[in-house]
């Protein structure tokens, strides 16, 4: 005999609510593996080692970076040091050191002023007029020789 529309229907709703009760009925014993699991790991000695070295190694990069930070300080504060001997060098090794010979005709606001004037166009025997001084200066000036 053949299965009418309406039974079918039926049977397969009630086999519908058996499966759902035997996934439900899996799911909460997945749940209390899962709960079992993640207690029995917590509770391990091998995670109770693991949490302790990490917070070792936590404690030890703190420490590191202190003392990082502080050698950073230290270096800064050398490299200003040697910026300054490098200057007190710089100036040991001046040609002129006892100020001795000729001093210079003009100064240095002076030559930046001279090599403004030929980029703006003048002329150096313009210039020499201005600055009251010889053409064979200004030319010197102007081609970076002094």
């Known amino acids: ?3 009418t529309q309406k039974a079918k229907i039926e049977r397969l709703e009630a086999e519908n609510l058996t499966l ?3 996934l439900s009925a899996l799911y909460e014993k997945y749940n209390a593996l899962l709960a079992n699991a993640d207690n029995a790991a917590i509770t ?3 995670y109770q080692q693991l949490q302790r070295d990490l917070l070792v190694q936590s404690e030890a990069a703190k420490l ?3 003392k990082f930070a502080a050698c950073e300080k230290i270096r800064y504060q050398q490299a200003a040091e040697i910026e ?5 060098i710089d100036e040991q090794n001046n040609k002129n050191s006892r ?3 000729r001093k210079p005709r003009l100064t240095e606001s002076q030559i930046q002023e001279i090599l403004m004037f030929r980029k ?3 002329t ?3 210039i020499a007029q201005h600055f009251d001084c010889s053409i064979g200066l200004i030319s010197k000036i102007t081609k970076g020789e002094q």
Do not use: T
Request: proline content about 4%.
């Open 1 to 3: 005999m053949r299965e």
């Open 20 to 22: 759902k009760a035997e």
């Open 44 to 46: 391990s000695p091998a």
């Open 64 to 66: 590191y970076q202190r």
């Open 84 to 88: 300054k001997f490098h200057k007190l």
């Open 99 to 101: 100020h001795a010979g």
């Open 120 to 122: 703006e166009g003048k």
């Open 124 to 126: 150096i025997r313009q």
